[in-house]
T-cell receptor
Framework: NAGVTQTPKFQVLKTGQSMTLQCAQD?????MYWYRQDPGMGLRLIYY???????DKGEVPNGYNVSRLNKREFSLRLESAAPSQTSVYFC??????????FGPGTRLTVL | AQSVTQLDSHVSVSEGTPVLLRCNYS??????LFWYVQHPNKGLQLLLK??????LVKGINGFEAEFKKSETSFHLTKPSAHMSDAAEYFC????????????FGTGTRLLVSP
């Protein structure tokens, strides 16, 4: 039981490049989330998926898209990366209660 | 609307002394409250949660927190700090109605000296 896994762990992009961050969970959770973490700002919600087939914007969705591929997988795409998207990205999934389980994070640098 | 304020960005203690990390919240609805811990270059781990049951909540690694509605507080405590407690701690609020989204505080970095 791996919990929540994320790939890659680290990534460096040039401005304008695109990439997809992958997230998978093996806990049969319905809800999944993408957050970004910036110094002094805690975690901010980018997008979430309440269940398979649905996605909704969070607090900071601009510049991102998501796909809930199936119940296990929830990917985050940057179509044209900008330096302001340099951050650490966390994926999470949720039980029926409010508790969320987090992945180890992806550290992204955009030059 | 919900919000969380962590009153200290950094807290320094000596090993073996008590830990107090302060958190105040604001919520229009009956909230759920959480404390998460993040060790350097790691993901977030749940320490404990309050979901309208007992107001004194015990978590992992000897941590506990008390929900005080009158003070809108949910402070995290531990009687005796250990070196391994050095990490960043996040207080989090979630409403108990509708689709629950977590709102994070800005974090408190706990430093533990020998």
């Amino acid at each position: 039981n791996a919990g929540v896994t994320q790939t890659p762990k680290f990534q460096v992009l040039k401005t304008g490049q695109s990439m997809t961050l992958q997230c998978a969970q093996d806990m049969n959770h319905n809800s999944m989330y993408w957050y970004r973490q910036d110094p002094g700002m805690g975690l901010r919600l980018i997008y979430y998926s309440a269940s398979e087939g649905t996605t909704d914007k969070g607090e900071v969705p601009n510049g991102y898209n998501v796909s809930r591929l199936n119940k296990r997988e929830f990917s985050l795409r940057l179509e044209s990366a900008a330096p302001s998207q340099t951050s650490v990205y966390f994926c999470a999934s949720r039980l029926a209660t409010n508790e969320q389980f987090f992945g180890p994070g992806t550290r992204l640098t955009v030059l | 609307a919900q919000s969380v304020t962590q009153l200290d960005s950094h807290v320094s203690v000596s090993e073996g002394t008590p830990v107090l990390l302060r958190c105040n919240y604001s919520s229009s609805y009956s909230p759920s409250l959480f404390w998460y811990v993040q060790h350097p270059n790691k993901g977030l781990q749940l320490l404990l949660k309050y979901t309208s049951a007992a107001t004194l909540v015990k978590g992992i690694n000897g941590f506990e927190a008390e929900f005080k509605k009158s003070e809108t507080s949910f402070h995290l405590t531990k009687p005796s700090a250990h070196m391994s407690d050095a990490a960043e701690y996040f207080c989090v609020v979630s409403q108990n109605t509708g689709f629950q989204k977590l709102v994070f505080g800005t974090g408190t970095r706990l430093l533990v000296s020998p």
